[in-house]
DNA sequence: AATGAATATGTAAGCACTTACAATTTTGTT
DNA sequence: AACAAAATTGTAAGTGCTTACATATTCATT
């Protein structure tokens, strides 16, 4: 069925119809009523492709995303695509995993789905490695980037930041009396090095020597941070609090110290990034840095809207995470 | 840039390029390659709109999900979206909530972007209740549930066996002496409804009369379960074990207990359900019911992939789950 | 009632592809 | 070298929509 079938159906022309689905205005109210009617009978869906071929503009965005079945990103492209459809925009979901060709093919399927823009989401390497994928898309379509910056043209990014939030959180620290600081990070993404130079800027300003035994990188799984906190322990490495660059990661070195009945927050207090579920659902619950997903997102696609419509944006957008206090570490002084 | 640039700068006809690009086959091995070096040259992506137009079908699947957000749907989107592209499938993501009318509309979009299919990801209502979405959308294309089910033409589904699997693990906390079971859900989904029908049907089975006290009814966050077990222990109801709907709703009874002094596994056994992060995160480690949420959104992504080869296929398919056993319940016998 | 402006409707040419069918070229056979 | 068969290539007609432009209708004004 379409719009032939309903123009002739109505008794008007196509390009009436037409005026219709897209509330052009010019049409007697008579004809509207009648022409709509007929469309309710016979249950007529205008095909998007058709329109998009017309009108350039499919009215979709395509969402990169290393992985939705992390909680992280998968809040993070829950937002977007909320904040999208309400303006009349869908998502094409794109999980890539982390491997620079698969994006490129992903990227590729997206453009030739003619997509208005790109939201990538944990979808950039760092700054040193190949982000090539980026420019292919941005040479078509404005590219938007969640917790990461690229500059290049036509490339837009809103980020926390993520290296000043655990800065601030190593002088919390100080403040309260800590000296040794464990910082634990994977070094799957970007974030985990920014983090990691919040830490290194924080000890430094505070006149703490860097321990780099103290820096510990390990994989995004509960085993491998417990074994790597595990090993600390057992090389009689001291330490009265850590820093984790992921909920995940904080929860896996609770369970070490747990395990070995160090007590949190009494002997070792903990604070975690992201403030995910996992942060409530953890025993202690774990303190951890809220680098505000949702502000980041919804404001992510609504200067995507604007870059739409030719307003001025700002092309790099860096808000400021805070930290919510839960039992894993509460200041003295707060 | 279209196809007629493509075929004026190799010098052959449109057909022959979209021959190409389609591989159909009958081109000359020369022109082939002088073709699809002026296509890599000039950066060309075909239009998959106008294809679609051509081709009458756009190699889509639209994925209503009614919040992605959910640890547990974001792992089913994640694989049915895996799943879909390893076979030339894109997937576009609907999140709905849990509005009727929301979904609706969300169905209209996909159906106006002419997607090939639609799975869905928790939006099933329960029976008794209006699930009109459902056979709107299968009007037109075939449909697929997670999870759920409906007996429609041009519907298929692929389900755990939440009622068979709850049952057997009631079984189990029974041969361990268990006689006291509280039973926690939350009323938001269909799933809650059928487990609770499972816990029901393994007292009975038991012989272990049924106290409605043992019952509980909550919401999907850890604050209201609190509230809830409280309540029960504050009411002096004495139980030995639990068996949660949701691993949060575990998780957030185990927390209750542990404030109350309530030692898990010694002196109360806990079960939750989904088997997710977690289970693997929380404290003691929850043993938790893995409903196999990877092979069934394979296998709902296979059967689609038959049903539009035209292939036979199974409509309703259902998996059983299997017990995790971590620390918060384990077995004396095994 | 006649006039012109304002409003409503229709015609036809895109948009970027696919594909049936026709036309051409190549190949193999004698 | 001549011919038919096979392989390759091209032409043109769809696919369902938008929209500039042309045409027809309505309305207010005199």
Chains 1, 2 share one sequence.
Request: hydrophobic share 40%; aromatic share 6%.
């Amino acid at each position: 069925m379409n719009i032939y079938d309903i123009a002739k159906e109505a008794g008007v022309s196509i390009a009436t119809v037409s005026r219709i689905i897209n509330n052009k205005g010019n049409v007697s109210p008579k004809t509207q009523d009648k022409v709509l009617k007929v469309m309710q009978d016979m249950g007529y869906t205008p095909n998007a492709f058709a329109r998009a071929l017309g009108l350039n503009s499919i009215k979709m965005v395509g969402v990169l995303c290393s992985d939705v079945a992390d909680k992280h990103y998968a809040k993070a492209v829950s937002i977007i695509e909320k904040e999208l459809r309400s303006n009349g925009y869908d998502a094409i979901l794109c999980c890539t995993g982390k491997d620079l060709k698969d994006k490129k093919k992903a990227i590729n399927v997206l453009l030739s789905k003619r997509v208005d823009a790109m939201i990538l989401v944990g979808s950039v390497f760092q700054e040193k490695d190949d982000n090539s994928h980026i420019k292919e898309a941005a040479e078509t379509i404005p590219v938007m980037i969640i917790n990461g910056t690229y500059d290049y043209e036509n490339t837009y990014s809103v980020s926390c930041d993520e290296e000043e939030s655990v800065y601030t959180c190593v002088k919390k620290l100080v403040e309260d009396n800590h000296k040794e600081i464990l910082y634990i990070y994977d070094v799957e993404s970007l974030s985990g090095i920014n983090k990691k130079n919040g830490y290194l800027r924080g000890l430094t300003e505070s006149n703490i020597p860097i321990n780099e035994q103290l820096i510990v990188k390990c994989d995004r799984t509960l085993d491998s941070v417990k074994d790597a906190v595990d090993r600390v322990i057992e090389n009689d490495i001291q330490f009265s609090a850590i820093i984790a660059a992921e909920d995940v990661l904080a929860v896996g070195a609770m369970k070490s110290l747990t395990k070995k009945r160090i007590r949190v927050p009494r002997q070792v207090v903990v604070v975690g990034f992201n403030n995910s579920v996992l942060a409530e659902c953890s025993t202690p619950a774990l303190t951890s840095i809220d680098n505000k997903i949702e502000i980041l997102c919804e404001s992510a696609v609504k200067t995507l809207l604007d870059v739409f419509d030719g307003k001025k944006t700002k092309k790099h957008q860096i808000i400021k995470g805070n930290i919510v206090y839960r039992e894993s570490f509460v200041p003295n002084k707060m």
